[in-house]
């Protein structure tokens, strides 16, 4: 079992940063893949990024791509996802997410760790 929870959510500018967090506690962080997904009201959730255990590869959505990074620490059980040039349709709850199976890592059925959700919003 693992527990997610998120910080750094907020209001912002189109065109400005920000960088949420994602502390992970339980059992061994280092044993899964974590990502991060949005769901925006009235659409579907949507894959944003993952990342391997070892940190070592990263895949992005296609929206998000060239603008977003993720990376981990795991000598602090968390997980960033820096947001550059954000625009007024990246506004979303964004949930931080963790996964020990085989799934695809783009996939949200894939992940068997959800935390609450942290809510970005993009003004105009």
């Known amino acids: 079992q693992v527990q997610l929870v998120e910080s750094g959510g907020g209001l912002v500018q189109a065109g400005g940063s920000l960088r949420l967090s994602c502390l992970a506690s339980?059992?061994?962080?280092?044993?899964?893949?974590m990502g991060w997904f949005r769901q925006a009201p009235g659409k579907e959730r949507e894959f944003v990024a993952t990342?391997?255990?070892?940190?070592?590869?990263?895949l992005y959505g296609h929206s998000v791509k060239g603008r977003f990074t993720i990376s981990r620490d795991s000598a602090k059980n968390t997980v960033y996802l820096q947001m550059n040039s954000l625009k007024p349709e990246d506004t979303a709850v964004y949930y931080c997410?963790?996964?020990?199976?085989?799934?695809?890592?783009?996939?949200?059925?894939?992940?068997?760790?959800w935390g609450q959700g942290t809510q970005v919003t993009v003004s105009s």
């Open positions: 997410t963790a996964k020990d199976t085989w799934g695809s890592p783009v996939a949200a059925g894939a992940y068997n760790y």
């Open positions: 990342i391997t255990t070892s940190g070592g590869t990263t």
């Open positions: 339980g059992r061994t962080f280092s044993s899964y893949a």
